[in-house]
């Protein structure tokens, strides 16, 4: 137990949940250390600031989060982690920043640990799932009985995140399609770069989480926490779902990529096409213009009254000459 009467370091909120009365109460944000004294059938949710230095030796007062668990809740790493052991679960989830007046599409990062009556969740940005977990809780506590139901929860928003960020890019990539296959032709590829960018670490994030959730859903029963196997198995079937979306979304992409790339060659090829002809059509009077032009002795239309004239008659002969070779040769 927490003995010492100090306020919680880095404390974003926290609830204590009573599974007998089915309620949950939240801890005012100066709630000290001995708030979290728990008497009863029920669990506590821990949801901590990383920014506060004091977070990592806080947590290691409690007796039942060994050191594994704690360098999890704290770590820096930008990778998705989910880890089965004696009953808990810990490791680090994906989810996106959200910002003070609007949300964004930065990967963020949630590190969590679920216990039999405790669950723990850290970040260092504010994230846009989370505190939808949160406004969910307080809506209807009835329904969390267990911390796991709460982790569920947690990957369910941003199972739903997910789905809103596929409309949000499929909304962006139907109007770049509209350009693409319309009449002019644009460089599209600078608004495509982002919208590629951001599809494909949302598909390789996805595919992450699903291959962790898969293999912990494969571990053996006595490491499990009561009643992973069930949420483990319809958060697969969420995120296979999603998945499926992404990818398609990813390959709208890339099509729309090689499209783009396909018609200005197209246009590259024209554009040198047409300086082609304007340099075979302009050669022969070069060359006209460069025979009267030697100031050699003896040219010829040098001393008549019409030399200019049939110097130019010769340059028109071999422009029209040049296009007969051409038509002949089957160019034009």
């Given at each position: 137990m927490l003995s010492i009467v100090q306020s919680i370091p880095g404390l974003v909120w926290a609830y204590t949940f009573d599974q007998e009365q089915r309620s949950c109460r939240r801890l005012p944000p100066d709630a000290t250390r001995a708030?979290?004294?728990?008497?009863?059938?029920?669990?506590?949710?821990?949801?901590?600031?990383?920014?506060?230095?004091?977070?990592?030796?806080?947590?290691?007062?409690?007796?039942?989060?060994?050191?594994?668990?704690?360098?999890?809740?704290?770590?820096h790493e930008t990778h998705?982690?989910?880890?089965?052991?004696?009953?808990?679960?810990?490791?680090?989830?994906?989810?996106?920043?959200?910002?003070?007046?609007?949300?964004?599409?930065d990967i963020g990062w949630l590190h969590f640990?679920?216990?039999?009556?405790?669950?723990?969740?850290?970040?260092?940005?504010?994230?846009?799932?989370?505190?939808?977990?949160?406004?969910?809780?307080?809506?209807?506590?009835?329904?969390?009985?267990?911390?796991?139901?709460?982790?569920?929860?947690?990957?369910?928003?941003?199972?739903?995140?997910?789905?809103?960020?596929?409309?949000?890019?499929?909304?962006?990539?139907?109007?770049?399609?509209?350009?693409v296959y319309g009449a002019t032709t644009q460089d599209e590829r600078r608004r495509l770069a982002p919208v590629r960018r951001?599809?494909?670490?949302?598909?390789?994030?996805?595919?992450?989480?699903?291959?962790?959730?898969?293999?912990?859903a494969a571990a053996d029963d006595d490491e499990m926490p009561h009643g992973f196997d069930d949420?483990?198995?319809?958060?697969?079937s969420r995120l296979e779902a999603v998945d499926h979306d992404v990818y398609a979304l990813q390959d709208r992409a890339r099509l729309l990529h090689e499209e783009i790339d396909s018609k200005l060659s197209s246009e590259t090829n024209r554009h040198l096409?047409?300086?082609?002809?304007?340099?075979?059509?302009?050669?022969?009077p070069s060359l006209v213009t460069g025979f009267f032009g030697m100031n050699t002795s003896a040219l010829p239309f040098a001393n008549g009254e019409h030399g200019t004239a049939l110097a130019f008659g010769l340059m028109a002969l071999s422009v029209f000459g040049a296009w007969w070779l051409l038509k002949r040769a089957g160019i034009l």
């Open positions: 708030d979290l004294r728990f008497v009863g059938n029920g669990f506590r949710w821990l949801h901590l600031n990383l920014a506060d230095q004091r977070v990592a030796a806080f947590l290691e007062e409690f007796p039942e989060l060994p050191s594994a668990v704690v360098s999890a809740l704290t770590t998705a982690s989910i880890t089965l052991e004696d009953g808990m679960i810990y490791g680090t989830l994906v989810d996106f920043q959200r910002e003070f007046d609007e949300e964004t599409r640990a679920v216990c039999d009556n405790l669950l723990i969740t850290t970040r260092l940005q504010p994230l846009r799932s989370i505190d939808r977990v949160r406004a969910a809780v307080e809506k209807n506590p009835a329904r969390y009985r267990q911390p796991i139901d709460i982790f569920e929860l947690i990957v369910a928003e941003f199972q739903r995140t997910l789905i809103s960020l596929v409309i949000e890019l499929t909304e962006e990539l139907n109007q770049i399609e509209d350009v951001t599809v494909v670490r949302l598909h390789r994030h996805l595919r992450t989480v699903l291959t962790l959730l898969r293999r912990a949420v483990a198995g319809r958060l697969t096409y047409i300086l082609s002809l304007m340099t075979a059509f302009l050669l022969p």
